[in-house]
């Protein structure tokens, strides 16, 4: 198919331009929006106790989700790619609901668990933990949202580099755990690095199920997102444009280290 | 012979560490995502049959649903043009900036929806430069998931574009084919498999879609209010059976395109040979 050179440039117009309108655009302007009164009041309006509380409280939940599904992504990818057990595609499906499920239904289903009235309401009102309106509840609801990254993005590294390595090592006497050290783990290291960055991503983002599960206690259960809807909800919108301004910077920070791995990740670097 | 003698240990102790770490997985999944939603089935059938037939046909839940599928159809169906055009575009075409346009295509997965949805309101809500004020519209809540999905049809469709073989583009053009049969006869039938996986992705995302709707549909009962923010109205009403309800329906809708995208990708695998 060649292309005229006229029809090429007409169509490279309008995907730019469906581009520009939905996306290049809007953002240049939260950014030029949020910077229009300067550098100062910005700054002062993400460093007040709520927000810098708000951050805190996303960097924790973030680095409490994050390695949980790590350690399960690995371990589930090398049993996808590997194993040979019954109920593998069932599972295999199953591990793809929280990309499909409805953040709301997501927030929702944990309070039906762990709330007042949930399945595990009495037992743990009585052991005095609570989860719902608390941190724990942010906890459940990242961990649920961001599972999926590492498993979908190793398992199929692992289907592509074999088994033939692995079997080498164990034939050179290797124990499971030596053969994952030192074959297996290096191998999927990139695959690894870029899941971890979706779910870094994903974890930061969520807004939809936290919502639902923080009771938003200003200073004690607001995360970054929440904080962005209050302060637009409070008409403070400079505010709200602020900690926008930060997330979308975390954003493209995150869409630099995703293309610095892509390359690596593609190679199979072995 | 002294190698397999080593080998079978080690595979036995592979084996019985690879069942450990299945168990623990499998455990981890099922208390983390299928505890709390099979709690959402149970609770929405929790007041009887009856009562999660009202929940789930109350003339609310119908408009949000109707409104729901509808608008997410039309955001499929704007991405699987728009998708494919840019996915071409990014594939076929060299114009400077290309390697940030193509960077930049991922933004709407890493930035979070609540930011997404006050970056439409900035150019789209009341104080838009362009003076184009379409806040609480049927429209914006579909500009708001043409945001949110944009990059499923490109991402799913690029490499595959990347794959294609021109020799038979080359072949079909020397043959005297026209550009438009080109692509419709050749290059549009490989590329289905991956469109139609992205359109699926797509369509789920939109379902569900919560964050960017929430500031930027003015949440209008049977006009703007979608099924997640009726959802969660219900939540915040203190509403959790008929919550649970509408979630159920929702949770179905999101098994079968589930489904529908495991069916495509084997359908797509088998279309490669």
Same mark, same amino acid.
């Not at chain 2, 009202?54 to 949000?64: E, G, H, M």
């Not at chain 2, 890493?110 to 430069?129: D, E, H, K, M």
């Not at chain 2, 990059?151 to 038979?168: C, G, H, K, Y």
């Given at each position: 198919?060649?292309?005229?050179?006229?029809?090429?440039?007409?169509?490279?117009?309008?995907?730019?331009?469906?581009?520009?309108?939905?996306?290049?655009?809007?953002?240049?302007?939260?950014?030029?929006?949020?910077?229009?009164?300067?550098?100062?009041?910005?700054?002062?309006?993400?460093?007040?106790?709520?927000?810098?509380?708000?951050?805190?409280?996303?960097?924790?939940?973030?680095?409490?989700?994050?390695?949980?599904?790590?350690?399960?992504?690995?371990?589930?990818?090398?049993?996808?790619?590997?194993?040979?057990?019954?109920?593998?595609g069932?599972?295999?499906?199953?591990i793809?609901?929280?990309?499909?499920?409805?953040p709301?239904v997501?927030?929702?289903?944990?309070?039906?668990?762990?709330?007042?009235?949930?399945?595990?309401?009495?037992?743990l009102?009585?052991?005095?933990?609570?989860?719902?309106?608390?941190?724990?509840?942010?906890?459940?609801?990242?961990?649920?949202?961001?599972?999926?990254?590492?498993?979908?993005?190793?398992?199929?590294?692992?289907?592509?580099?074999?088994d033939?390595?692995?079997?080498?090592?164990?034939?050179?006497?290797?124990?499971?755990?030596?053969?994952?050290?030192?074959?297996?783990?290096?191998?999927?290291?990139?695959?690894?690095?870029?899941?971890?960055?979706?779910?870094?991503?994903?974890?930061?983002?969520?807004?939809?199920?936290?919502s639902?599960?923080?009771?938003?206690?200003?200073?004690?259960?607001?995360?970054?997102?929440?904080?962005?809807?209050?302060?637009?909800?409070?008409?403070?919108?400079?505010?709200?444009?602020?900690?926008?301004?930060?997330?979308?910077?975390?954003?493209?920070?995150?869409?630099?280290?995703?293309?610095?791995?892509k390359?690596?990740?593609?190679?199979?670097?072995? | 012979?002294?190698?397999?003698?080593?080998?079978?240990?080690?595979?036995?102790?592979?084996?019985?560490?690879?069942?450990?770490?299945?168990?623990v997985?499998?455990?981890?999944?099922?208390?983390?995502?299928?505890?709390?939603?099979?709690?959402?089935?149970?609770?929405?059938?929790d007041?009887?049959?009856?009562?999660?037939?009202?929940?789930?046909?109350?003339?609310?839940?119908?408009?949000?649903?109707?409104?729901?599928?509808?608008?997410?159809?039309?955001?499929?169906?704007?991405n699987?043009?728009?998708?494919?055009?840019?996915?071409?575009?990014?594939?076929?075409?060299r114009?400077?900036?290309?390697?940030?346009?193509? /960077?930049?295509?991922? *933004?709407?997965? #890493?930035?979070? @929806? $609540?930011?997404?949805?006050? !970056? =439409?309101?900035? +150019?789209?809500?009341?104080?838009?430069?362009?003076?184009?004020?379409?806040?609480?519209?049927?429209?914006?809540?579909?500009?708001?998931?043409?945001?949110?999905?944009?990059?499923?049809?490109?991402?799913?469709?690029?490499?595959?574009?990347?794959?294609?073989?021109?020799?038979?583009?080359? /072949?079909?053009?020397? *043959?005297?084919? #026209?550009?438009? @049969? $080109?692509?419709?006869?050749? !290059? =549009?039938?490989? +590329?289905?498999?991956?469109?139609l996986?992205?359109?699926?992705?797509?369509?789920?995302?939109?379902?569900?879609?919560?964050?960017?709707?929430?500031?930027?549909?003015?949440?209008?009962?049977?006009?703007?209010?979608?099924?997640?923010?009726?959802?969660?109205?219900l939540?915040?009403?203190? /509403?959790?059976?008929s919550?649970?309800?509408?979630?159920?329906?929702?949770?179905?809708?999101?098994?079968?395109?589930? +489904?529908?995208?495991?069916?495509?990708?084997?359908?797509?695998?088998?279309?490669?040979?």
């Amino acid at each position: 198919m060649t292309v005229s050179r006229p029809w090429r440039i007409g169509l490279r117009t309008l995907a730019l331009a469906y581009l520009g309108a939905l996306l290049f655009v809007p953002v240049g302007l939260v950014f030029y929006r949020t910077f229009e009164h300067g550098i100062a009041a910005v700054w002062a309006s993400i460093t007040t106790p709520a927000a810098i509380h708000a951050f805190q409280l996303t960097l924790t939940v973030t680095a409490i989700a994050v390695p949980l599904n790590t350690v399960f992504g690995i371990v589930m990818a090398l049993a996808l790619a590997r194993g040979r057990w019954r109920g593998k595609g069932i599972v295999n499906a199953l591990i793809d609901l929280p990309f499909a499920v409805s953040p709301i239904v997501i927030g929702l289903s944990l309070v039906l668990v762990y709330g007042i009235h949930g399945w595990l309401g009495p037992a743990l009102t009585k052991a005095g933990v609570q989860v719902i309106f608390s941190v724990p509840g942010i906890v459940l609801a990242t961990i649920f949202v961001s599972l999926p990254f590492v498993v979908r993005e190793v398992t199929p590294v692992l289907k592509e580099i074999g088994d033939e390595q692995e079997q080498a090592a164990a034939t050179l006497g290797a124990g499971a755990w030596t053969t994952f050290r030192r074959v297996t783990l290096p191998s999927i290291r990139w695959g690894v690095a870029y899941g971890v960055v979706l779910s870094v991503a994903r974890c930061i983002g969520e807004f939809g199920a936290v919502s639902v599960v923080s009771g938003k206690i200003a200073g004690e259960t607001d995360t970054l997102t929440l904080l962005v809807e209050k302060r637009f909800s409070n008409f403070d919108l400079a505010g709200a444009y602020a900690a926008s301004a930060l997330l979308a910077l975390i954003a493209l920070g995150t869409l630099l280290v995703m293309t610095m791995i892509k390359p690596r990740r593609e190679e199979g670097d072995a | 012979m002294s190698a397999t003698a080593v080998t079978v240990p080690a595979r036995r102790a592979e084996r019985s560490f690879g069942a450990l770490g299945l168990g623990v997985s499998t455990l981890w999944l099922s208390l983390i995502v299928l505890l709390p939603l099979s709690a959402v089935v149970v609770h929405g059938l929790d007041g009887g049959l009856g009562a999660f037939w009202d929940a789930v046909t109350s003339r609310q839940a119908i408009a949000a649903l109707r409104f729901t599928v509808l608008v997410s159809l039309a955001t499929v169906a704007i991405n699987v043009v728009g998708g494919t055009l840019i996915a071409w575009v990014l594939v076929r075409d060299r114009f400077p900036g290309k390697r940030i346009v193509n /960077a930049l295509i991922d *933004l709407p997965f #890493a930035l979070p @929806t $609540i930011v997404a949805g006050l !970056v =439409l309101l900035t +150019l789209y809500g009341q104080r838009s430069p362009l003076g184009l004020d379409i806040a609480f519209t049927q429209a914006a809540v579909l500009l708001a998931l043409l945001f949110v999905t944009l990059p499923f049809v490109i991402r799913s469709v690029q490499p595959v574009l990347i794959e294609l073989d021109t020799e038979m583009e080359q /072949a079909a053009l020397s *043959l005297g084919a #026209a550009n438009a @049969t $080109i692509f419709r006869r050749i !290059v =549009l039938p490989n +590329l289905v498999p991956a469109i139609l996986s992205g359109a699926a992705l797509a369509f789920a995302r939109a379902i569900g879609e919560f964050g960017s709707i929430v500031l930027i549909s003015g949440n209008i009962p049977f006009k703007t209010q979608v099924s997640s923010v009726y959802v969660f109205n219900l939540i915040e009403s203190d /509403a959790p059976i008929s919550a649970a309800a509408v979630s159920t329906v929702l949770l179905l809708v999101s098994l079968v395109v589930l +489904l529908a995208i495991r069916g495509l990708g084997r359908w797509g695998a088998r279309h490669d040979r």
